[in-house]
Nanobody, 113 residues
């Protein structure tokens, strides 16, 4: 199973960015999928999760700003990020749980003016 994250880049404060994670398996075969991030010098932080039944939950730090979703036809996991601020700068990782755990390679998001 492979996960390939993309969509990172440089964005100004207050801007938006959409991350995608392409899965090599049907996304509905995952018990859950999630997004994490890791800023320089900090531990990896869980951000958002979507369960197999579509239920979502979010960390307080991103609730109301980030939205996790799946595109079943494209086998992708997405993260829509709005109202970005410099504290959101990090490498973002997608994760999939099929009993075994899988990680994407990470995509850099930099929020700066």
């Amino acid at each position: 199973v492979q996960l390939q994250a993309s969509g990172g880049g440089l964005v100004q404060p207050g801007g938006s960015l959409r991350l995608s994670c392409a899965a090599s398996r049907n996304v509905l075969t995952f018990k859950s999928m999630a997004w994490y991030r890791q800023a320089t010098g900090k531990e990896r932080e869980w951000l958002a999760r979507i369960a197999a039944n579509g239920q979502t939950d979010y960390a307080d730090s991103v609730k109301g700003r980030f939205t996790i979703s799946r595109d079943i036809a494209k086998n992708t996991l997405n993260l829509q990020m709005n109202s970005l601020n410099p504290e959101d700068t990090a490498v973002y990782y997608c994760h999939g749980n099929r009993g075994a755990h899988y990680w994407g390679q990470g995509t850099q998001v930099t929020v700066s003016s």
